[in-house]
């Protein structure tokens, strides 16, 4: 039997959670509900495509708002600490490659990680590699791209 981890989450990502479950819950189900409302009054629903779209929209927002209350319920909230320049969850680390691309994450649990506003888990090949390291550290990382190698640069 496998040993169930608690969910991680900054509190950023705690926030964040809580406001994505309350815009669905008090903007995006009731619109949906109202415009099914809407096309049932207006008659006959069995073959209207867009109240089948809608009904589906309303199952993937009451899907996500239980993910979300089920996250949120399980998660341990990790205050950012002082590490003393070592790589822990929560940290913001500047790393730079052999080519000196420069680039900054910021280490969070897979619920919060979003590469695009640079956050990465710490399960993903680089975030797991950068746990426990420490400024000037060299880390090799094993992606499915390929070996690279990073320089730590600051940890905050």
């Given at each position: 039997m496998a040993i169930q981890r608690r969910i991680q989450l900054t509190p950023d990502g705690k926030r964040e959670l809580e406001r994505e479950r309350d815009l669905l819950r008090e903007v995006k189900r009731p619109e949906q509900l109202?415009?099914?409302?809407?096309?049932s009054s207006e008659g006959d629903?069995?073959?209207?495509s867009e109240y089948e779209d809608v009904k589906e929209e309303l199952v993937i927002i009451e899907s996500r708002i239980r993910d979300i209350e089920n996250i949120l319920q399980d998660a341990e909230i990790v205050e950012a600490r002082d590490s003393g320049g070592v790589v822990s969850f929560g940290s913001t680390v500047t790393i730079v490659d052999g080519e000196q691309?420069?680039?900054?994450?910021?280490?969070?649990?897979?619920?919060e990680s979003n590469p695009r506003?640079?956050?990465?888990?710490?399960?993903s090949p680089v975030g797991a590699a950068l746990?426990?390291?420490r400024i000037g550290d060299n880390v090799r990382?094993?992606?499915?791209?390929?070996?690279?190698?990073?320089?730590?640069?600051d940890v905050t």
């Open positions: 109202a415009i099914i409302q809407e096309l629903v069995s073959d209207n691309f420069e680039e900054v994450w910021t280490i969070v649990g897979p619920q506003l640079g956050k990465i888990s710490n399960v746990i426990g390291k990382v094993e992606t499915p791209g390929g070996a690279t190698v990073f320089t730590i640069k």
